[in-house]
């Protein structure tokens, strides 16, 4: 039997009384763009947060690439190639566009040798390309528009060159025409070839997202969450005609 | 010639060459002592300056109490040379090192608080140490302190350009440590990116406690080294080094200098505490000193809120807004792309009408 790539096993986090992930398990292959969906407050981003230990899960198991790294540091399971990026945008304000990116490219992984911080700025640079805000690169974080924002925080995580994305509505305030920009670019990261890891595939993904409609066309495979408990787990074309799912998000049909 | 094309074009780097040639040419201008032994005081002030600075000003982790590192590497470089007569030349190094291990340990907390909080436990420690300090009177020396400490140098000219020395050179590695634009390390813009977010430099794949631990370390290092040197320079190490005063004066400092850039801190010391030191000569300058300071640091705050230094420099430089290259606020195009940096009253009015 092969090690899925990525298995979350019973994960349980509680804040005091209340339980806001509960008990889900799931598996992520090396190349599946998976959907992470439910209605607000249904613990998305808190499932998030506990698979990069930005908050410690209370019970159960995360293993990337049959390694437990379930408690490790956020840096560290950055290194071990997963990132992720936040819902509400956090850049370094006062720094240069660039320089956000730089600092992603900065990971121990980094041969530090020669003209290495040539190569780390052409690295950063490239992220910003592909996410089309290398014209802003010389700008501090603080001049840019909510769009260009996310678009950096989607720079900036891939800098890091993940193998595991983890995208926290990564169209979230975005204008119809970003949003259809910043999907392409997700596809084409996905298929891989572009950027950083030249000779390797593109990342698999974790996306949350509210716009349902642009993230359809993207994953392989939807999981959809309510009150912390996984409630269907199914390609795209299924979920949307599962009775939990539909009842989860418009109710029951009052008789 | 790199010299010509990245320094003489800059005025900010002019005045920082030509300050630093003063420093070194002093000793010539004047042979009053007590002239040199402000200029040498100041010199010691502003490494320890500077070293708050990197720890405060560029990572952000609020010390106030950085009087602790100063304190314990003059205690230690004390007890070394009286118990153990070590040269100077050790008990410097090693007082350093003594205030770097410090910096780790009150970095540690630091691990968990941020902002204020970290500045109100910080600022405890200072205060534990003269607590254990005065109860160890015996091995201390008490409310004296430790004297009759070896001295730098046999005459004040010799130790003038010793303490240039060492400060010139501590000074010119933290600028280095910090440089963001650095070719050869990049933890100066790491340590920004931690005092801007942590939470994103972790998630960018940064390991935040071994930088912020690092920051502590370098800056008590560089604290201690001006500790050791004024404990020599003064021939006592007394409990004076570690009064709250001396932690607050630090702040005061580099915030009316200019606080996260290396130069403010210096230029804020350089222009202070001879300033406080002369009114002194003054009839009442005892009484009226600290209500000038005040005075001094309340307007500078009102109209040069980011620090003296900061608003000099935005005066006679002026950035590029095309390719970020910092020019000579006199040049009409910039020096390296040539886009204009202004435009005249005439082109101004011009350019309504196409």
Redesign the interface.
């Known amino acids: 039997m092969t090690v899925p790539f990525l298995q979350v096993e019973n994960l349980t986090k509680d804040f005091g009384g209340l339980r806001a992930v509960e008990d889900v398990s799931f598996t992520i292959d090396r190349n599946e763009v998976v959907g992470l969906i439910g209605p607000n407050g249904a613990g998305k981003t808190t499932l998030i947060r506990l698979l990069m230990n930005i908050l410690k899960p209370t019970a159960g198991k995360v293993t990337l690439k049959g390694e437990d790294i379930t408690g490790q540091k956020t840096a560290k399971i950055v290194n071990k190639g997963m990132a992720s990026t936040f819902q509400v945008v956090k850049p370094f304000r006062h720094l240069p566009v660039a320089a956000n990116v730089m600092v992603a490219c900065l990971s121990p992984k980094t041969k530090r040798k020669g003209e290495w911080v040539k190569t780390v700025e052409l690295r950063a640079l490239d992220a910003l390309e592909f996410c089309g805000i290398a014209d802003l690169a010389l700008e501090p974080a603080s001049v840019l528009s909510h769009g260009d924002l996310k678009r950096l925080e989607l720079a900036r995580a891939i800098a890091t060159e993940p193998e595991l994305l983890l995208l926290d509505e990564p169209f979230g305030g975005l204008s119809p025409a970003e949003t259809t920009l910043v999907a392409g670019s997700l596809r084409r990261l996905h298929k891989g070839g572009r950027f950083g890891r030249l000779h390797s595939e593109g990342p698999a993904m974790l996306i949350v997202e509210h716009k349902l409609s642009e993230l359809m066309k993207i994953v392989d495979r939807v999981i959809v969450i309510n009150f912390g408990k996984v409630i269907a787990i199914d390609v795209p074309g299924n979920v949307v005609k599962n009775k939990d799912v539909i009842e989860a998000y418009i109710g029951k049909g009052g008789k | 010639m790199w010299f010509r094309k990245s320094v003489l074009v800059i005025p900010g780097r002019v005045i920082a060459l030509l300050f630093g040639i003063t420093l070194l040419l002093f000793p010539l201008i004047t042979a009053d002592e007590a002239i040199l032994r402000i200029v040498t005081f100041a010199a010691i002030f502003s490494l320890y300056a500077v070293s708050w600075d990197t720890l405060s000003g560029y990572t952000g982790q609020l010390s106030l109490g950085h009087a602790l590192f100063f304190g314990v590497a003059a205690y230690a470089s004390a007890l070394l040379d009286l118990h153990f007569e070590l040269s100077v030349w050790l008990t410097i190094p090693i007082g350093s090192c003594v205030g770097a291990l410090i910096g780790l340990i009150v970095g540690l907390p630091a691990l968990r608080l941020r902002g204020i909080y970290l500045g109100l436990v910080t600022l405890a420690f200072p205060i534990i140490l003269s607590g254990i300090i005065f109860y160890f009177s015996d091995f201390t020396g008490g409310e004296a302190g430790l004297y009759g400490l070896s001295r730098l140098a046999e005459d004040k000219v010799t130790a003038y350009y010793i303490v240039i020395a060492i400060v010139m050179c501590s000074i010119f590695i933290m600028f280095k440590f910090t440089d ?1 634009k ?3 390390l ?1 933890t100066g ?2 340590l ?2 931690i005092r ?2 942590e ?11 071994k930088y912020k631990l690092l920051a502590f370390a370098i800056s008590g290092f560089f604290a201690g080294i001006a500790g050791g040197l004024y404990a020599h320079y003064i021939r006592v190490a007394g409990p004076s080094t570690l009064e709250l005063i001396f932690s607050i004066q630090v702040v005061l400092w580099a915030i009316f200098g200019g606080m996260g850039t290396i130069y403010g801190p210096v230029a804020g010391v350089f222009i202070l505490y001879p300033l406080t030191e002369i009114i002194r000569f003054y009839p009442h300058g005892e009484e009226v000193r600290f209500i000038l300071l005040s005075l001094i640091l309340i307007l500078s705050l009102l109209f040069m809120p980011e620090g003296i230094t900061v608003w000099v420099r935005d005066k006679i430089e002026q950035e590029c807004t095309r ?2 290259v910092i020019n000579a606020a006199t040049r009409r195009t910039c020096r390296a792309c040539r886009a204009p940096m202004y435009l005249t009253k005439k082109e101004n009015a011009n350019q309504g009408k196409e």
Request: charged content about 35%; some cysteine; overall charge positive.
């Open positions: 963001a650095s070719r050869i990049r813009l790491l920004r990116a801007e977010d939470m994103t430099a972790r998630a960018s794949g940064i390991d935040t406690i390719c970020k």
